[in-house]
T-cell receptor, first 113, second 113 residues
Framework: NAGVTQTPKFRVLKTGQSMTLLCAQDMNHEYMYWYRQDPGMGLRLIHYSVGEGTTAKGEVPDGYNVSRLKKQNFLLGLESAAPSQTSVYFC????????????FGNGTRLTVT | AQSVTQPDIHITVSEGASLELRCNYSYGATPYLFWYVQSPGQGLQLLLKYFSGDTLVQGIKGFEAEFKRSQSSFNLRKPSVHWSDAAEYFCAVGVSGNTPLVFGKGTRLSVIA
């Protein structure tokens, strides 16, 4: 039982490049989330999904897009990376609703130069 | 909108000493309350949660937290800290089924011999 798996673990991008972060969960959870973590800022919600085919904006959605084509996967895309998007990105999932306990992946450290 | 405050950015305690990490929230009704722990290089792990009922809740790793409605607080405690407890701790609050959890900015715990 892997839980929540994030791919890749590390990535370096140049400004303007694009990339997709993949999150996969094997717990059959309906709800999935993407957060970014920056020093002194805690976790800030980027986008979330309440089920397959749905997405919604969180606190800091600008510059990111997401897709939930399959229930087990939640993709986070950066179309044109900027240095301000240098961060650690965490995916999470939950079973029973938006206020249910979250299960987190181990994060992706992204550096944009 | 609800907010979560963790007043202490960094706390240092001696091994074997007691610990209390503070969390305050702003919301009129009784929220859903959580504490998560993040070890270096890892994702967040749920320590404990409060939904209703007994205001003193027990969690994993010997932690407990007490919900005090009058103070809008949900402080985390441990009677005797171990070196392995050094980590970052996040309080999170959920207030309705329609919005995701809101996280505090975290408290970093250092443990000294």
């Amino acid at each position: 039982n892997a839980g929540v798996t994030q791919t890749p673990k590390f990535r370096v991008l140049k400004t303007g490049q694009s990339m997709t972060l993949l999150c996969a969960q094997d717990m059959n959870h309906e709800y999935m989330y993407w957060y970014r973590q920056d020093p002194g800022m805690g976790l800030r919600l980027i986008h979330y999904s309440v089920g397959e085919g749905t997405t919604a904006k969180g606190e800091v959605p600008d510059g990111y897009n997401v897709s939930r084509l399959k229930k087990q996967n939640f993709l986070l895309g950066l179309e044109s990376a900027a240095p301000s998007q240098t961060s650690v990105y965490f995916c999470a999932s939950s079973e029973g609703g938006l206020n249910s306990p979250l299960h987190f992946g181990n994060g992706t450290r992204l550096t944009v130069t | 909108a609800q907010s979560v405050t963790q007043p202490d950015i960094h706390i240092t305690v001696s091994e074997g000493a007691s610990l209390e990490l503070r969390c305050n929230y702003s919301y009129g009704a009784t929220p859903y309350l959580f504490w998560y722990v993040q070890s270096p290089g890892q994702g967040l792990q749920l320590l404990l949660k409060y939904f209703s009922g007994d205001t003193l809740v027990q969690g994993i790793k010997g932690f407990e937290a007490e919900f005090k409605r009058s103070q809008s607080s949900f402080n985390l405690r441990k009677p005797s800290v171990h070196w392995s407890d050094a980590a970052e701790y996040f309080c999170a609050v959920g207030v309705s089924g329609n919005t995701p959890l809101v996280f505090g900015k975290g408290t970093r715990l250092s443990v000294i011999a």
